[in-house]
């Protein structure tokens, strides 16, 4: 039988101290959990009155058996100590990807649910899909884009779910292209949109491969004063024009957004690429800040789930 006592005893604590944040903050999404302790290497997120588990894949030897009764050992605890029915608790494997394997099919058809984020509502489903449709980790980056949208050109490259676009509008932006290549996200997308009772004339979705949709706005001459681009660590889609390498393609992608940027504008690059080697010295001339720091909210032990950049072009106030 698992012994889950240091499991529960360390959740309750964390579930305890970052409940008490959350409700400082006005959030209802939040992370309790995150790889504390070595034997239990589980993420945990907090999506109202649900539970979102995620466990990394590591080296220890367990047979298909005793995995099993330790995952159900697992959920067990954790609905336990977050007082959540059984049902309630998600549990998901999440090996190393590659790809668009965060984008893919659990088998689980899951049930689509609305959840708020600082006043913003969005669909999420936390068993269809690897990822669950919201980014909890860029929280603090959407925020950044609320705070500087207002009366502002706004692009969102390798969009997702369109979170960035929802932040964006509510800030005042006056219009938005929100670019991604799913047809599933796209709809996930509107979606939201709708939710957030966004103008859909003046906030468009574009479906496209990135690479080609700069190449085009590079070409039209168009002009951004805010665009952010999170674009995954590796893709081999059938429906895009080449393969997407992120530690290979950056300098290009964000060459082609400088070119788009206005006078004063910022481009935010971010990536979950924790081994990337930014190349900077491959970029056009701009300025770059990285503020990975200020980006990883708090409720995240690991501070490198992501990493993120604010580049501008050269002479633009700070």
């Given at each position: 039988?698992?012994?889950?006592?240091?499991?529960?005893?360390?959740?309750?604590?964390?579930?305890?101290?970052?409940?008490?944040?959350?409700?400082?903050?006005?959030?209802r999404?939040?992370?309790?959990?995150?790889?504390?302790?070595?034997?239990?290497p589980?993420?945990?997120?907090?999506?109202?009155?649900?539970?979102?588990?995620?466990?990394?894949?590591?080296?220890?030897?367990?047979?298909?058996?005793?995995h099993?009764?330790?995952?159900?050992?697992?959920?067990?605890?954790t609905?336990?100590?977050?007082?959540?029915?059984?049902?309630?608790?998600?549990?998901?494997?999440?090996?190393?990807?590659?790809?668009?394997?965060q984008?893919?099919?659990?088998?689980?058809?899951?049930?689509?649910?609305?959840?708020e984020?600082?006043?913003?509502?969005?669909?999420?489903?936390?068993?269809?899909?690897?990822?669950?449709?919201?980014?909890?980790?860029?929280?603090?980056?959407?925020?950044?884009?609320?705070?500087?949208?207002?009366?502002?050109?706004?692009?969102?490259?390798f969009?997702?779910?369109?979170?960035f676009?929802?932040?964006?509008?509510?800030?005042?932006?006056?219009?938005?292209?929100?670019?991604?290549?799913?047809?599933?996200?796209?709809?996930?997308?509107?979606?939201?949109?709708?939710?957030?009772?966004?103008?859909?004339?003046?906030?468009?979705?574009?479906?496209?491969?990135?690479?080609?949709?700069?190449?085009?706005?590079?070409?039209?001459?168009?002009?951004?004063?805010?665009?952010?681009?999170?674009?995954?660590?590796?893709?081999?889609?059938?429906?895009?024009?080449?393969?997407?390498?992120?530690q290979?393609?950056?300098?290009?992608?964000?060459n082609?957004?400088?070119?788009?940027?206005?006078?004063d504008?910022?481009?935010?690059?971010?990536?979950?690429?924790?081994?990337?080697?930014?190349?900077?010295?491959?970029?056009?001339?701009?300025?770059?800040?990285?503020?990975?720091?200020?980006?990883?909210?708090?409720?995240?032990?690991?501070?490198?789930?992501?990493?993120?950049w604010?580049?501008?072009?050269?002479?633009?106030?700070?």
């Amino acid at each position: 039988m698992t012994d889950t006592a240091s499991y529960s005893n360390r959740l309750r604590k964390n579930a305890r101290h970052w409940g008490k944040w959350a409700r400082r903050q006005g959030l209802r999404c939040y992370r309790v959990y995150d790889r504390d302790i070595p034997e239990f290497p589980l993420a945990v997120d907090i999506y109202h009155d649900r539970a979102h588990v995620q466990e990394f894949a590591t080296a220890y030897p367990q047979t298909e058996e005793e995995h099993a009764a330790w995952v159900n050992a697992v959920c067990a605890a954790t609905a336990e100590v977050l007082e959540l029915p059984a049902e309630h608790i998600v549990f998901k494997q999440r090996a190393r990807q590659r790809g668009l394997a965060q984008y893919e099919k659990t088998g689980s058809s899951g049930e689509d649910i609305i959840v708020e984020e600082r006043g913003h509502r969005f669909w999420v489903n936390l068993s269809a899909y690897l990822d669950t449709g919201l980014f909890l980790d860029h929280r603090v980056t959407r925020r950044m884009m609320q705070e500087r949208a207002a009366g502002k050109r706004f692009l969102n490259l390798f969009a997702y779910t369109g979170s960035f676009t929802v932040y964006a509008a509510a800030g005042g932006a006056r219009e938005s292209i929100t670019v991604d290549l799913s047809n599933t996200y796209q709809e996930w997308a509107k979606r939201n949109f709708e939710l957030n009772g966004m103008d859909l004339n003046r906030h468009r979705l574009v479906r496209a491969d990135v690479f080609a949709f700069l190449a085009g706005a590079v070409q039209r001459g168009e002009r951004y004063d805010l665009i952010v681009m999170d674009p995954p660590s590796f893709s081999n889609s059938k429906k895009m024009q080449g393969v997407l390498d992120v530690q290979n393609d950056h300098p290009r992608l964000i060459n082609d957004c400088l070119k788009l940027l206005g006078p004063d504008g910022e481009l935010f690059f971010s990536t979950n690429l924790r081994t990337i080697r930014f190349q900077a010295e491959a970029q056009a001339p701009c300025r770059v800040e990285e503020i990975s720091q200020r980006t990883v909210p708090e409720d995240f032990r690991n501070k490198k789930i992501h990493r993120c950049w604010r580049i501008t072009l050269p002479g633009t106030d700070s």
